[in-house]
């Protein structure tokens, strides 16, 4: 227990170093954290090994972070941008995972069930990364972060869907279709039927908190219904951020049910649910994004083999342009703005750790495929932040420009 202490001061004090530190420099403060997981972790000094209680702060943290995205999303603006959303979403996991499927498979001739799980890596984003980044810049209210915020939603459900189907070929050797229909249904019903019941019940949270005589009430019941949303949100087969991300949206000053005229937002409420939340969500966070950096390994890298290089290469490259196209193949938007959203949708982060240490324990990755893969994560990882945050500076430079003119 006295090392947990020792560990989570280590993760506060360097998250919050290498933040500042990186912020000065004019960095996004993630990429510190990121780092400080890095330093910290077996990459250099080994101080601290992710273990399941710090993985638990961690998934809080990330909870907690999709809560403060649901709560500030302008569901109007997700509406609108439905459609982009969708296209970025299935076009940016559909052309990573048939290109790494098909150059493992055919090129580099590895087994099928090894090419799954390839492509799957690929496949991955991990939207809390990006959605930090614009936080950080102060553009998560944009309707690129809106397009984003939606396409991130849709991806973690192809996600899931994703490791039901490998998961099950893996160990029965085909896939059952209506196994991968009912997993699609149940996710699908509980985003319809979620942000509607946590619309209810923050209702009557509002009607108890004005009745409370304890300090503390508000930032209580939140977390207990994030918590509450998330296992909802995983019993239906869904990711339980996809619970905390509704139930933030649930809250949210744009969340209007129909003929739900006595619920109307109570704006007192929501500045309170605000200004108490933010701390707590500022406590957790940093832990998340440390141990992304303490899971990443990067003496396990033995690429030396130039054929595995290739391999490696090959694959970054299907990594990166899969996520692009979706974006490019949006309209009325300039390149730069597709660009951003393309970048945005690059980190593998821990989701792709997941589907590669999910075949490394199974016995299904050689070593040599797993180092390969764990290049890919970290590169697509670290690059984002820099590039979103250049391309965000590039945008603004080009609109002064254009008002100059």
Do not use: C
């Amino acid at each position: 227990m006295h090392e947990l202490f020792l560990a989570l001061f280590l993760i506060f004090v360097s998250a919050r170093f290498f933040g500042e530190l990186f912020v000065r420099f004019g960095l996004p403060a993630v990429i510190g954290e990121l780092f400080a997981g890095i330093v910290l972790g077996p990459s250099l000094l080994n101080i601290i090994q992710p273990n399941e209680v710090l993985r638990l702060l961690a998934e809080i943290g990330i909870l907690l972070l999709l809560f403060q995205v649901g709560l500030e999303t302008d569901l109007k603006k997700i509406k609108d941008t439905g459609i982009k959303s969708i296209i970025v979403a299935v076009v940016g996991a559909a052309v990573p995972f048939i290109g790494g499927f098909l150059v493992s498979y055919y090129i580099f001739h590895q087994p099928v069930i090894v090419s799954l799980f390839i492509g799957g890596t690929l496949t991955a984003t991990s939207i809390g990364i990006t959605l930090r980044v614009f936080e950080d810049l102060g553009k998560q209210r944009t309707s690129i972060a809106q397009i984003v915020v939606g396409a991130a939603v849709i991806d973690d459900i192809i996600g899931v869907v994703l490791l039901v189907f490998i998961n099950e070929f893996m160990i029965v050797g085909e896939v059952k279709i209506e196994d991968i229909i009912r997993v699609i249904f149940l996710i699908f019903f509980f985003l319809g039927v979620a942000p509607v019941a946590a619309y209810i019940l923050s209702h009557f949270v509002r009607r108890l908190e004005r009745t409370s005589h304890l300090p503390g009430f508000v930032p209580t019941i939140i977390v207990s219904l994030i918590f509450l949303f998330a296992y909802v949100s995983h019993i239906f087969g869904a990711p339980e951020i996809l619970g905390s991300f509704a139930a933030g949206l649930a809250m949210s000053r744009r969340f209007v049910l129909p003929f739900a005229i006595a619920f109307q937002a109570d704006e007192r409420f929501l500045q309170k649910v605000e200004r108490e939340m933010k701390p707590i969500i500022y406590l957790f966070t940093p832990i998340f994004f440390v141990m992304v950096g303490l899971s990443m390994n990067i003496r396990e890298i033995h690429i030396t083999d130039f054929e595995l290089f290739i391999f490696a290469l090959i694959l970054l490259i299907i990594a990166i342009v899969g996520k692009f196209v979706g974006a490019l193949l949006l309209r009325k938007l300039s390149l730069v703005k597709k660009a951003i959203i393309g970048v945005s949708m690059i980190p593998r982060g821990e989701v792709g750790l997941i589907f590669a240490e999910l075949g490394k324990t199974n016995g299904v990755l050689k070593m040599t495929i797993y180092d390969a893969l764990l290049f890919i994560i970290i590169v697509t990882t670290v690059i984002a932040p820099f590039l979103i945050k250049w391309l965000f500076k590039y945008e603004e430079t080009l609109e002064e420009e254009k008002h100059h003119k």
